[in-house]
T-cell receptor, first 112, second 114 residues
Framework: NAGVTQTPKFQVLKTGQSMTLQCAQDMNHNSMYWYRQDPGMGLRLIYYSASEGTTDKGEVPNGYNVSRLNKREFSLRLESAAPSQTSVYFC???????????FGPGTRLTVL | QKEVEQNSGPLSVPEGAIASLNCTYSDRGSQSFFWYRQYSGKSPELIMFIYSNGDKEDGRFTAQLNKASQYVSLLIRDSQPSDSATYLCAVLTDRGSTLGRLYFGRGTQLTVWP
């Protein structure tokens, strides 16, 4: 996962709490992504940012917001966490939206 | 219809055998195809990508693509216990947009026993 960091690595929340997952890169890549991975469901795209200052919804955006304030960082915010958001969250990045994606180490989130 | 389909497995092969992992996709306009390996509790790691019909070899790994049949496969020769992992097939498609989107299959769990 050289070049991509995610914080925190683990988090436990109570229903209704909010939190922000952080992703930072030092690879100077344009495109960044947030996925969630659930058992039996595979990787599903939540939001992505093709370039700095732009964001778009993916397959499962409900309950999440994102922010791409600069080229290095892409954050994912849960405003009011729900048990259905218990998952492993991966940040990924690529040079462009048609290029190979590289994944960060992940954040394991549990919502009680 | 799901974008990308894989047999969930588990696939179990003895050490030294050839493991064959298969994937089909629904969008004929798909352009690029990727295989990721994911160890338990870890993040997906790129193994190979392929863009053109035919075979692409990298060490013990061979990716095969048949766009007419909308089929992509990964062969692992001389399988080792360290190859035991979940293998994810991913397909890049743009549906006419300027932006590409990567769609993942649910993964095939491979076990290589000594």
């Amino acid at each position: 996962n050289a070049g991509v960091t995610q914080t925190p690595k683990f988090q436990v929340l109570k229903t209704g709490q909010s939190m922000t997952l952080q992703c930072a890169q030092d690879m100077n890549h344009n495109s960044m992504y947030w996925y969630r991975q659930d058992p039996g469901m595979g990787l599903r795209l939540i939001y992505y940012s093709a370039s700095e200052g732009t964001t778009d919804k993916g397959e499962v955006p409900n309950g999440y917001n994102v922010s791409r304030l600069n080229k290095r960082e892409f954050s994912l915010r849960l405003e009011s966490a729900a048990p259905s958001q218990t998952s492993v969250y991966f940040c990924a990045l690529s040079r462009g939206s048609r290029d190979t994606q590289y994944f960060g180490p992940g954040t394991r989130l549990t919502v009680l | 219809q799901k974008e990308v389909e894989q047999n969930s497995g588990p696939l179990s092969v003895p050490e030294g055998a050839i493991a064959s992992l298969n994937c089909t996709y629904s969008d004929r306009g798909s352009q690029s195809f990727f295989w990721y390996r994911q160890y338990s509790g870890k993040s997906p790691e790129l193994i190979m990508f392929i863009y053109s019909n035919g075979d692409k070899e990298d060490g013990r790994f061979t990716a095969q693509l048949n766009k007419a049949s909308q089929y992509v496969s990964l062969l692992i020769r001389d399988s080792q216990p360290s190859d035991s992992a979940t293998y994810l097939c991913a397909v890049l498609t743009d549906r006419g947009s300027t932006l590409g989107r990567l769609y993942f299959g649910r993964g095939t769990q491979l076990t290589v026993w000594p």
